[in-house]
């Protein structure tokens, strides 16, 4: 994996030591989160659409309702700005104005482009297995009419930086000597105990690819 | 608190049932979430950016540095598309095409204004308060350089809605009969133990309002 190309839209003017135009940086960015923001102009006017989406190589995949008037203005071609932001602690300064936060996060610019025929499919499970590796195998597959209520689009991962933040906070040096308490809290994404469909016909143990994916995250009591 | 009005932009034609514009869900969902996604339309193309706000009585504010080009755009009045959304769980349903995730979203769709005099330092110190309940009144307020150096804009809380995913999965009635498990497993965003700027120069143990602010979700052993 390489760098990707600096862009006047992905170049950052501020605060650039928090950039990175690693692919592999990128790609573990978006292979870890769960959902995106998609943002494009919808008759003149901004639109931002939380989603889940896979990576699949060097493409995000988006997919929606056919009946949805955005993702048919997206699969005409538009212009898109996605975002995945993880999301990792709170920082505490000394100053109200070095307060900040820890985070990852991956900006991609380009434009959406229709997914059809093989790849469509391909991508239709790669949602289900991105979200929870080793389930797709388990399920009823998409059937050809659910294949045509559903448009998947593909982003290239191409005009994309990631931004990422880490560590204690950094204050004005004349503020380290107030007696404040400064620090970071981790924010940690968890999961508890799966409720399992009241309406299962029978009883099933939750699958392993069930605790793969809570093994991927904290767990919590609730 | 009151119903917001249903326009052209925010009335759901899918999945309606979802769909929300009590301003008490609105502002439930507005007061629990850190970060939001805010997309604007910057020389003629997409932008989104995540980032911290605050909602104070029926506006969201929001605040970047005054030398940053979209913050900038946007305390010219631009129009913005802000969403906010909290992701409670996974649905793991018998067909790929019913898999889904249970959430708490809204979005907001208004023109960004500049805000100056009282109600910016107001705002700023809201920033802290929000993120941080009980912090902004034991650190180093805003100097006015800092506000300077700052962008505040609001955007009101109007032309707006909620959408809300809870529950198990919606499946096909054929697909019932499945041996597959099916249900939910919910997401829980946590904290582990506050970590102390190596850079303290006394002791200073943590305050009360980082124990309120950790109360406020779940605790998570790393």
Redesign the interface.
Known sequence: MGKLPVTE?TSM??LSERASYDESVVHAILDEA??C?????FE???????T?YARIDDRIYLHG?A???FFRAMANGA?????V?L?D??V??????H?S?N?R?V?V?GRAEAVEGEMKRRA??G??DR??PG??A??????EA?LRK?IVVAIPIAECSAKVRSG??V?DED????????????????????????????T????DH?AS??GR??????
């Open positions: 839209r003017r501020r769960l959902i923001h998609v943002a494009f102009v003149g006017r901004p639109v931002v659409l939380p889940g309702s009946g949805g008037r212009e898109v700005a996605v975002d932001t999301l602690g709170m505490l300064a000394r100053s109200a104005f307060h936060m985070y996060s900006v610019f239709i499970e949602f289900v979200m929870i389930r797709a388990s399920i009823r597959p998409a059937s659910e559903t204690p906070p204050d503020d380290y000597g107030l007696p404040v308490w400064a620090g970071e809290i981790p924010l940690i994404l968890g999961t508890s105990d799966p409720v399992p469909d009241p309406r299962m016909k029978v099933i143990d939750a699958p069930v994916f809570r995250l904290a767990r919590v009591e609730r």
